[in-house]
């Protein structure tokens, strides 16, 4: 005679047939864990409307504005050729900076990170999420901008599309520290008053979307802030399909001047 099945009445666990029941407990790989908490961060900012006007609205606005027209002065050549790097390098720090140090603040002054740092996924595996989460939404960004500025008329350089994912990574590293920092330093109303006063700061004259060698005295200033250093190693790549090592090597120091003073300094509760 058979067993009972589980949907039998009266059915018990000790009727079911051998290896119907076996809970497995344990946690799921590291991998597998960090890719379901960047999926989980990746979600949120794109179904977030006030994340979503930062990372894809206004810089789309902002391309098509200064594409079309005249001021400020860009240069030589085809305005959509500059205005375009600087505009997807306002993307990044939009995301990786910005989005990331609000967020990050919030949820710590939730008692969120506290919590997650308690799972199985761990402090590591969180940061390493939330890292995964902002490139996945990067290369959102790169597709919609990009399908934008090409439908504006831009040709980005060739050569420029092994160039960029370098400048790109290099300015994400350094971003994603320093929105860390702040949001792990500061109370989370200061942290958003911070991440958006700096974001104004930068897109005036932090050189990400104006090129620093049209800025005068103050591009000099700018070349070496991270803003300037993406906006001018992504027009290097994309306009000129040329590798500019002096933005990359600002980037990589700011990644790791960054990266060590929130391994210092970050408090998670």
């Known amino acids: ?30 991998l597998s864990r960090v890719l379901a908490q960047a999926r989980f961060d990746a979600t949120v900012m794109l179904r977030n409307g006030e994340q979503l006007l930062l990372t894809l609205v206004l810089p789309a606005l902002l391309l098509v504005a200064l594409a079309r027209t005249h001021v400020p002065d860009l240069g030589a050549g085809r305005r959509i050729d ?13 995301t990786a900076f910005t989005g990331q140090a609000i967020g990050t603040g919030f949820d710590r002054r939730y008692g969120v990170l506290r919590l997650l740092g308690t799972t199985p996924l761990g402090r590591s595996g969180l940061l390493a999420g939330r890292v995964a989460a902002v490139l996945a939404v990067e290369v959102v960004q790169v597709v919609v901008l990009g399908g934008v500025a090409v439908a504006l008329g831009w040709r980005p350089a060739a050569d420029g599309a092994l160039i960029a994912p370098v400048a790109v990574l290099l300015g994400t590293a350094a971003f994603v520290a320093l929105g860390l920092l702040l949001a792990g330093t500061l109370r989370a109303e200061a942290v958003l008053a911070g991440a958006n006063l700096a974001w104004v700061l930068l897109l005036a004259g932090g050189g990400v979307v104006v090129p620093t060698a049209r800025m005068g ?4 200033f700018a070349g070496y802030l991270p803003s300037g250093a993406l906006g001018d190693a992504l027009r290097a790549a994309l306009q000129e399909g040329r ?10 120091a700011w990644a790791v001047a960054a990266s060590l003073a929130t391994a210092r300094w970050f408090r998670w509760d």
């Not at 009972?4 to 029941?21: C, K, S, V, Y």
């Not at 005295?217 to 000099?220: D, P, S, V, Y």
Request: net charge negative.
């Open 1 to 30: 005679m058979n067993p009972r099945t589980a949907t039998e009445p009266g059915a018990q666990i000790g009727d079911l047939p051998a290896g119907w029941f076996r809970p497995d407990p344990a946690a799921a790989p590291p």
């Open 82 to 94: 500059v205005v375009a790097p600087g505009v997807l390098a306002l993307a990044v720090m939009s």
């Open 217 to 220: 005295a103050l591009g000099t």
């Open 243 to 252: 590798l500019q090592t002096g933005p990359l090597l600002v980037l990589a």
